[in-house]
């Protein structure tokens, strides 16, 4: 995996508008498959809510982070999506504003363990979580995630 691949401007949306968790991982899991790395939308949602079902994907401050490992992925990769309403991803806080979904190929080993390690580190410091909630172009969220994560 290069982490230049991760994410994209495509794999971003800054005005998710989602009433709940399910509607917000399809829209993000549209993105993917829009951009080739999603082969079988169902079959990917089926795993991700599967992953849910184990425990919830909700962090405190605000964060969703749906993932899961599935044999539709194509490539890892990490779509973001900033909810203004926010989506409950079960977190103790609250709903979350600030959602990356996480997709693994089946056979890709550890990799997205490596991308949830990354992002947990970024995600308590506030300088990053407020340049997102601030951030106004998808490209430059793409970027600046692509930096951070690294």
């Not at 968790?21 to 549209?30: C, H, K, Q």
Request: hydrophobic share 45%; with cysteine.
């Amino acid at each position: 995996m290069t982490i230049t691949d991760l994410i994209s401007a495509d794999l971003v949306d800054l005005t998710l508008d989602a009433p709940d968790r399910r509607t917000a991982v399809r829209s993000l899991a549209e993105r993917l498959v829009r951009a080739g790395r999603v082969t079988d939308i169902e079959l990917f949602l089926t795993n991700i809510e599967a992953r849910e079902a184990q425990m919830a994907t909700g962090l405190e401050g605000g964060i969703g982070i749906p993932h899961c490992r599935s044999a539709a992925v194509t490539a890892p990769t990490l779509a973001f999506g900033r909810s203004p309403a926010g989506v409950d991803f079960g977190a103790p806080d609250g709903p979350a504003k600030l959602i990356f979904l996480i997709a693994a190929p089946e056979g890709g080993g550890a990799e997205h363990m490596t991308v949830l390690a990354a992002l947990a580190r970024r995600l308590v410091r506030t300088e990053f979580k407020q340049t997102l909630l601030d951030a106004s172009d998808a490209a430059a969220v793409a970027d600046y995630v692509r930096q951070e994560v690294s």
